[in-house]
T-cell receptor, first 112, second 114 residues
Framework: GENVEQHPSTLSVQEGDSAVIKCTYS??????FPWYKQELGKGPQLIID?????GEKKDQRIAVTLNKTAKHFSLHITETQPEDSAVYFC???????????FGSGTKLNVKP | GAGVSQSPSNKVTEKGKDVELRCDPI?????LYWYRQSLGQGLEFLIY????????KSGLPSDRFSAERTGGSVSTLTIQRTQQEDSAVYLC????????????FGPGTRLTVT
């Protein structure tokens, strides 16, 4: 099966700085990689995703990069704001498959 | 529109008792997932329903866990003879289907087994 590892487990940055969270996966057949943000007491919410036919995707202050050769993908948040503070999860899946394999999460703290 | 709802939001039960957790997916979503999230951990896949197909139960940790989805909509996760290690947040998600469609998560049910 797939194994997704996520680093770091905690990340503290100053408001306005950038934050980077990295994930690696083991199954070369995985081709869909979503990122979720989970605020306290709520379920995870999709913030950005990337499919294996592209290497980078951006949405305002958030970007995701994918290196299929190295089997790793990263979340980049620029100009961080206090409201970005949350737990972030990466995941990997295959098209037409029903399972999503999640990383263990990164707790991001943005200090004002 | 309404999102995924789960009930109860919190459940405290004694060891050995049975519990039922409910999930109401977004209307029209054919896929439904159950996950378990232990404190400070990632999401552990439990079970998956897609339309009228047989569910994928490969993530259920023991035969004390079971789930049903009636009429392709509401789902119930049942844990029999609860143990303290069952304490966790149980999350439900639904999506329009497979092939990488976005999963929409409910707020979860926090289960505490005393």
């Amino acid at each position: 099966g797939e194994n997704v590892e996520q680093h770091p487990s905690t990340l503290s940055v100053q408001e306005g700085d950038s934050a980077v969270i990295k994930c690696t996966y083991s199954d070369s057949a995985s081709n869909y990689f979503p990122w979720y943000k989970q605020e306290l007491g709520k379920g995870p919410q999709l913030i950005i995703d990337i499919r294996s036919n592209v290497g980078e995707k951006k949405d305002q202050r958030i970007a995701v990069t994918l290196n299929k050769t190295a089997k790793h993908f990263s979340l980049h948040i620029t100009e961080t704001q206090p409201e970005d503070s949350a737990v972030y999860f990466c995941a990997a899946s295959k098209y037409n498959f029903n399972k999503f394999y999640f990383g263990s999460g990164t707790k991001l703290n943005v200090k004002p | 529109g309404a999102g995924v709802s789960q009930s109860p939001s919190n459940k405290v039960t004694e060891k050995g008792k049975d519990v039922e957790l409910r999930c109401d997916p977004i209307s029209g979503h054919t896929a439904l997932y159950w996950y378990r999230q232990s404190l400070g951990q990632g999401l552990e896949f439990l079970i998956y329903f897609q339309g009228n197909s047989a569910p994928d139960k490969s993530g259920l940790p023991s035969d004390r866990f079971s789930a049903e989805r009636t009429g392709g909509s509401v789902s119930t996760l049942t844990i029999q003879r609860t143990q303290q290690e069952d304490s966790a947040v149980y999350l439900c998600a639904s999506s329009r289907g497979t092939s990488g469609y976005e999963q929409y998560f409910g707020p979860g049910t926090r289960l505490t087994v005393t």
